[in-house]
């Protein structure tokens, strides 16, 4: 078993910058892709970025391409994202997830974090 545990989240204004982490417990996650997605209110979660397992492979969602940068640290087994010139759009809950294939989509990530909420204020 995997437990993921998201933090950083909270309320900034549109332009300011907030740094996530996920960090895992329970087993290394060194060997694994790791991903986070978000679900804004009425909204379905949605991809936000990807990493492989050992880093050389990153992928975005349109959305945040250029404003966003994951990234992970194998040693503290923990992946972050970096998110820089937020948008009121940005707003939703943040959470990460941890599976044995580099996705985009929700499938295939056995495990998930309960979340970090991101408020982004105009």
């Known amino acids: 078993q995997v437990q993921l545990v998201e933090s950083g989240g909270g309320l900034v204004q549109a332009g300011e910058s907030l740094r996530l982490s996920c960090t895992a417990s329970?087993?290394?996650?060194?060997?694994?892709?790791m991903a986070w997605f978000r679900q804004a209110p009425g909204k379905e979660r949605e991809f936000v970025a990807v990493i492989s397992r050992s880093g050389v492979n990153i992928d975005y969602a349109d959305a945040v391409k250029g404003r966003f940068t994951i990234s992970r640290d194998n040693a503290k087994n923990t992946v972050y994202l970096q998110m820089n010139s937020l948008k009121p759009e940005d707003t939703a809950v943040y959470s990460c997830?941890?599976?044995?294939?580099?996705?985009?989509?929700?499938?295939?990530?056995?495990?998930w974090g309960q979340g970090t909420q991101v408020t982004v204020s105009s």
């Open positions: 329970g087993r290394s996650v060194s060997g694994v892709a």
């Open positions: 997830a941890s599976g044995p294939y580099y996705l985009r989509t929700t499938t295939g990530y056995n495990y």
